[in-house]
């Protein structure tokens, strides 16, 4: 019996769980996409032209500093941007459905049933007034139209699967009766709670203690296996997309600089930025000494400077640099949006 | 949630007790006694002697509070006028229906429609309507409230003859007739509170609008109206704190707007009795609405931590 028989969800298309760089349409495919922060005339573009596309059963990283624009990106996808940003162009298809053509109503039938997403604070991404259970039962009721009893049985057995101890008992309990890490497992069963094809996990351990983090990564992973889901997972934290992702995307001022199978972009990063990135990672056994750090900062909304944003910060950056955007890299799955890459 | 309930009933049982206390003591420190007052400047040191004996006032005031809670506690006694010699109980039974009416029809209408237009003015932030409705707040916060009060009885009484100009006709002679005499009455009172809880509202929903739970509940594909119920449940919790103390409050400015009108609520009794200096009857009028007062707060306490869980947790 698989899992998804175990959840009771047997009329739907088994979905083929592919590997690294499959081939064929990608389940969600973002290109040129640009969001806007402002009001009436005055507009300042966060997001500028994010390319990204995700294929059934696998995982994409996208990593970057905060203000990159990943999360926004994130948002973008469920169409929940906060008020004030907007979509000001750019293409998203989902399944082969034109996301941003979709109204309320439609975008409704997608948020939260094949596309499900985990927010970065379990504290509060929960309702303090409401019990776990019901709210897990409402959107199973929202989507499955299942009676409350029914409901209350699936969030139950979501519970469990997320590896929450006697479930029954903690459908009742509210969030503030629960840890940081219990949360998040709450937040997960919510997430996959109708069996989404797509997963977007906002940050999901940054608010979480190292340990803590370590046990939702590992129960992410192997619900993302057992239920065969995509996911894309957003993080500041190198090492996570190093061992749960496919391929990443660098994100740098509302850009994706470099994206490449993560071997390839461990290993042989093209881009500066992700150079720089890699050298920040502290390791245990590091000699003692000032933990290295990229200097500068990234530039502010609606003061990005011409050329390559990463120039004023960059060590390999010459003339050309700041004189002009630079031209695209590429060979095969790797892009680096660099000039000294194609020096 | 009973452990709950029980320590607020207590919490509430005690604030009455102290506040029967001091109004207890503010009465009996005035420098004239209530014999003084009934018999007149001409009575002689032995008749007051005489009237303070026969009515247990040479008694210390420990003494006569405690004997006057026992009446009160165990018999439901407010006891007798001094001056009058009327049974005060009677007094209250006969007025406080009246003034209970219009406060509990004007707190309903100024509930419904604080409710309705301060969610609707948060929904649709910085349109006409969230216009209209923060204006209508500040006028019903700034304007004095017996003010409308005569506003209206000169334009739909004097002028038009929509509504009887004043007076209180009993629901036995006729609804119809019953509804116009308080309709005015019961729409100045809810105006003051109407704008509070209105501005509230608004406040507390646009709140809980930018929290994260709400944009989880959009995430988990709930329809607007469901997510707009998720988010009430969050926001009433400050609405329903000050609904309480409203609805206690309200019974002050009924006095006035009694006075307005001429209608023979509690404000009648209570202002004659200061009047008259009527101590025992000012007493038992103060009680009675430190009673509802109290009441009213437990209520809403309840309420709340229905509402919000985790508040309830907190003060337990």
């Known amino acids: 019996m698989s899992p998804r028989d175990d959840l009771g969800v047997s009329d739907m298309a088994p979905i083929p769980v592919v590997g690294r760089g499959a081939p064929g349409k990608p389940l969600l495919e973002i290109e040129g996409l640009h969001i806007a922060f402002g009001a009436r005339d005055r507009w300042f573009e966060a997001v500028r032209g994010v390319d990204l596309r995700i294929h059934a ?123 940081g890490g219990m949360r998040q497992r709450v ?46 997972f957003i993080s500041h934290n190198l090492e996570l997309v190093a061992e749960v992702c496919d391929r990443v995307a660098v994100m740098y ?43 500068g900062l990234p530039p502010r909304l609606g003061a990005i400077p011409g050329g390559c944003p990463f120039a004023p910060r960059c060590d390999a950056a010459f003339a050309r640099c700041t004189a002009e955007a630079p031209d695209i890299w590429r060979r095969g799955d790797h892009m680096a949006r660099c000039w000294e890459a194609l020096r | 949630m009973l452990v709950l309930i029980l320590r607020r009933a207590g919490f509430s049982l005690f604030s009455l007790l102290v506040v029967s206390l001091i109004l207890f003591a503010l009465t009996r420190s005035i420098p ?16 007051i002697a005489q009237f303070e004996a026969d009515h247990g006032l040479d008694r ?65 932030r910085d349109s006409p309507v969230d216009y209209a409705a923060r204006l209508l707040a500040v006028l019903g916060v700034s304007i004095p409230g017996f003010w409308p009060a005569l506003v209206l ?28 005499s308080i309709a005015l009455p019961c729409l100045c009172l809810s105006v003051f509170y109407m704008a509070v809880l209105t501005r509230m509202t608004r406040s507390s929903l646009l709140e809980v ?61 209570l202002l004659t009795a200061i009047q008259q200096r009527d101590y025992a009857l000012v007493q038992a009028v103060v009680m009675m609405f430190t009673i509802i007062f109290v009441v009213a707060n437990l209520i809403a306490d309840l309420l709340n931590a229905w509402l919000n869980p985790r508040l309830a947790a907190r003060a337990a």
Request: hydrophobic share 45%; charged share 20%; net charge neutral.
């Open chain 1, 187 to 232: 937040m997960t069963a919510l997430a996959v709670a109708n069996d989404p094809r797509l997963l977007i996990a906002d940050e999901p351990t940054t608010a979480l203690d190292v340990t803590v983090q370590a046990q939702v990564m590992a129960m992410l992973d192997r619900i993302r296996r057992e239920l065969g889901i995509a996911v894309l």
């Open chain 2, 32 to 47: 004239d006694s209530p014999a003084r007052i009934v018999l007149g400047d001409e009575a002689t040191e032995e008749q």
């Open chain 1, 57 to 179: 059963g696998e995982v994409v990283g996208v990593v970057g500093e905060s203000g990159s624009g990943k999360s926004l990106t994130a948002l973008a996808i469920m169409r929940l941007l906060p008020r004030g940003a907007r979509i000001s162009s750019g293409r998203m298809r989902f399944a082969g459905t034109d996301l941003l053509a979709l109204d309320e109503r439609g975008m409704n039938r997608l948020r939260g049933s094949a596309m499900g997403m985990i927010f970065q604070d379990p504290l509060t991404a929960l309702n303090p007034a409401l019990p776990v259970g019901h709210q897990i039962a409402d959107s199973i009721r929202t989507h499955q139209g299942l009676g409350r009893a029914a409901a209350l049985a699936r969030a139950e057995a979501l519970l469990d699967l997320v590896g929450i101890a006697r479930p029954r008992e903690r459908l009742r309990a509210f969030p503030h009766e629960l840890s």
């Open chain 2, 209 to 269: 609008l930018g929290q994260d739970y709400m944009r989880t509940a959009r995430a988990a594909g709930l329809s607007r109206p469901r997510v707009l119920l998720y988010g009430l449940r969050n926001a009433l919790v400050p609405v329903v704190t000050i609904a309480g103390v409203s609805f206690g409050h309200m019974f002050g400015l009924a006095l006035i707007i009694e006075r307005v009108f001429n209608i023979g609520g509690m404000s009648r009794a």
């Open chain 2, 60 to 124: 210390p005031v420990l003494v006569q509070y405690l004997a006057w809670l026992e009446r009160l506690v165990l018999h439901g006694d407010l006891g007798r006028s001094f001056t009058t010699r009327l049974d005060m109980n009677a007094q209250v039974t006969e007025t406080l229906p009246v003034t209970l009416e219009l406060v509990c029809i004007g707190f309903v209408v100024a509930l419904t429609i604080s409710l309705v237009l301060g969610t609707l003015s948060a929904l649709w």
């Open chain 1, 253 to 295: 001022a509302g850009r994706v600089v470099e994206g490449a199978v993560v071997e390839a972009l461990f290993e042989a990063p093209r881009h500066p930025y992700t150079r720089q990135l890699l050298r920040c990672i502290p390791r245990l056994n590091d000699e003692t000494g000032p933990m290295p750090t990229i200097p």
């Open chain 2, 153 to 180: 009885v000169l334009a739909l009484t004097v002028e038009r003859d929509w509504f009887p100009p004043g007076g209180f006709v009993p629901l036995g002679e006729g609804l119809a007739e019953h509804l116009r």
